[in-house]
């Protein structure tokens, strides 16, 4: 199979686990919103706020794989995928704002501790702890993009959230002691931004079509060098359209002498580059030891 049917192939499972975790979240956030308004639970309200962010957030992870399932056109040639990035980066700023949220509540709820009832938190709270493992089981399975791990985040987001108030929950029907819950809201906050922070520079390097991680510039320049026949290598550039989907361009001198045709010195340098890294979009300029270059040299 190709690297393109793989492509389709890993979208459509995605959709579908896409599918299935946004109906299992907008179920809890429906039991959150009942359980914090009959327990009294503020943290439970606002982990329901928190859970609507994210199921905005994962309808929004399916809306751009389906859209980035479209074919490409003459106006856009690499089709839609650059779409699942824009996403990525949007859900890394929103996790940001509800980290923000939840810093925010925590102080307030330290200043002003409001008591609940701690049974009835703690049942939901496991119940949408366990949905949200169930939801991060899904989206491990198969191929993890960008965008669906932007939305892995959110559900992460989630499980800590309804596993700090479980935990508060527990400490607050055996001590009482009220201030358990902004703090442990604040720690929730600090891991939320950490893994936001890193999901935005991913998505940003990818837009600022930077060198994939894992990939170096060198190392391919040098690779490409010991085909046979290689002169020079130069204005070599690495980049990704989406996750996992690399591409690269570059300007090859070839011996003038070399014992095969430019067709064949292009098979060699493509499969050598296909081989060692893996990178199938490959643009390879063939230039002949006397050609003046025009432009730019990068």
């Not at 701690?118 to 949905?131: C, E, H, N, Q, S």
């Not at 800590?160 to 358990?180: D, F, Q």
């Not at 991913?202 to 060198?211: M, R």
Request: some cysteine.
């Amino acid at each position: 199979m190709s690297s393109e049917s793989d492509t389709l192939a890993s979208r459509a499972v995605q959709r579908r686990q896409l599918v299935a975790v946004i109906t299992l979240t907008g179920t809890i956030l429906f039991i959150e919103v009942v359980g914090g308004v009959l327990s009294g639970s503020l943290a439970l309200l606002s982990d329901a706020g928190h859970m609507l962010t994210d199921l905005l957030a994962l309808v929004l992870c399916l809306m751009a794989v389906r859209f980035s399932s479209l074919p490409a056109t003459p106006e856009k040639t690499y089709g839609y995928h650059r779409l699942e990035i824009l996403t990525a980066l949007l859900n890394g700023t929103l996790l940001l704002l509800i980290s923000a949220v939840l810093m925010v509540k925590a102080v307030q709820r330290a200043l002003d501790p409001i008591p609940v009832r701690g049974g009835m938190m703690m049942t939901v709270a496991l119940i949408g702890l366990i949905a949200n493992l169930a939801g991060l089981m899904l989206l491990s399975r198969g191929h993890r993009s960008l965008n669906v791990r932007g939305a892995r985040m959110h559900l992460i987001g989630d499980a800590l959230s309804s596993c700090g108030v479980l935990i508060a929950g527990v400490i607050l029907w055996i001590t009482g002691w009220n201030a358990v819950d902004p703090i442990v809201a604040g720690l929730i906050a600090i891991v939320i931004v950490v893994g936001a922070l890193r999901l935005i520079r991913e998505a940003v390097d990818i837009l600022l079509e930077a060198t994939p991680a894992g990939i170096g510039l060198d190392e391919v320049s040098r690779a490409i060098a010991t085909v046979p026949g290689v002169l020079e290598v130069h204005d070599l550039h690495i980049w990704s359209i989406t996750t996992g989907m690399h591409a690269l361009s570059g300007h090859v001198r070839v011996s003038a002498d070399a014992h095969v045709g430019p067709d064949e010195m292009l098979n060699r340098i493509k499969g050598t580059i296909r081989d060692r890294f893996g990178i199938v979009h490959t643009t390879v300029q063939i230039e002949s030891p006397g050609y003046q270059e025009l432009g730019d040299i990068h």
